[in-house]
């Protein structure tokens, strides 16, 4: 997919990964409609992309797990900007500590963000994306969908889903002009990983919001279902989290002390 000239709708604008993808298709000539909860947030990329692309960027303000501010994204794009091409459902949140210990109320804003919304971001926005001839979805999951991280069960849980959400996306549009990536940042120096102590030493090697959106990016240009980051120690997690589970398991019997007591305060809601 060639960038320039495209209209491009980025939620969790404000702010780490999406501010840094916003960021980075607008100096490859796209068209941004940015969204997020906090207006202020949102026209701080919008200034940064002015400044740094010359052009201007649209601000659709307002939490992406209600009907009306998908719809109000989709209509500005459309309308204001004249099409949609490309959808990246990056907003997120996130509630660390044992499961008893948190909140049903918690538990359902992570499914209703990070799960719900963006299927129904997609199911919404796939009219102008067909439209579009060349359309993509991106999809933001984490590298806990692919390795179960102790005291992240329902984060896990919803970035596993919104994984096969993608999978199973990508295979139903084949051959019909959408195409859907899914990308597995691992842990990086956002203002949602602020709240949360865990370090290199129990696996926590944290990268800058730019490295993801340049590699999200890059793939998008490239055609490429997904992204996985954290390099070769991820990738040999992974394999061991599929040979050989019980290895991990042991892995993180000898972490659980000291990364229940990282993550504890870890809340990003």
């Known amino acids: 997919m060639h960038i320039g000239g495209r209209v491009a ?5 404000g702010s780490g990964i999406g501010r840094a993808v916003a960021l980075s298709l ?12 906090t207006r202020e947030k949102l026209a701080e990329t919008a200034r940064l992309i002015a400044v740094r692309s010359g052009s201007a960027a649209e601000v659709v303000a307002g939490d992406v797990a209600e009907e ?18 490309i959808l990246v459902n990056n907003a997120g949140i996130v509630r660390a500590g044992r499961l008893e210990n948190i909140e049903v109320s918690e538990i ?10 963006p299927i129904l971001f997609a199911r919404e926005a796939l ?3 067909r439209e579009s001839g060349e359309g993509a979805i991106v ?20 970035k596993a889903g919104l994984a096969r959400f993608g999978e199973a996306m990508r295979r139903e549009l084949l051959d019909e002009g959408v195409r859907v990536l899914t990308v597995y940042p691992s842990a990086t120096d956002t203002p ?34 997904e992204v996985i980051r954290g390099g070769e120690p991820r990738l040999a997690m992974i394999a061991a989290n599929r040979d050989r589970p019980r290895d991990v398991d042991e892995r993180f019997r000898s972490l659980k002390p000291q990364l229940e007591a990282a993550v504890a305060d870890h809340r990003a809601l």
């Open 9 to 13: 709708i980025v939620t969790g604008a």
């Open 26 to 37: 607008a100096m490859r000539g796209a068209s941004l409609v940015l969204v997020g909860r």
């Open 68 to 85: 009306g501010v998908r719809g109000q994204a989709i209509e500005v794009a459309r309308r204001r900007l004249g099409r949609l091409d």
């Open 108 to 117: 359902r804003a992570m499914i209703e963000v990070d799960l719900i919304a």
């Open 127 to 129: 009219p102008a994306l």
């Open 139 to 158: 999809n933001v999951s984490s590298a806990i969908a692919l390795v179960g991280v102790p005291f992240y069960a329902t984060y896990a849980a919803t």
């Open 192 to 225: 949602m990983m602020a709240t949360s102590k865990a370090g290199p030493e129990l696996g926590f090697v944290r990268e800058t919001p730019e490295a993801v959106a340049d590699a999200l990016v890059a793939a998008l240009e490239k055609g490429e279902a």
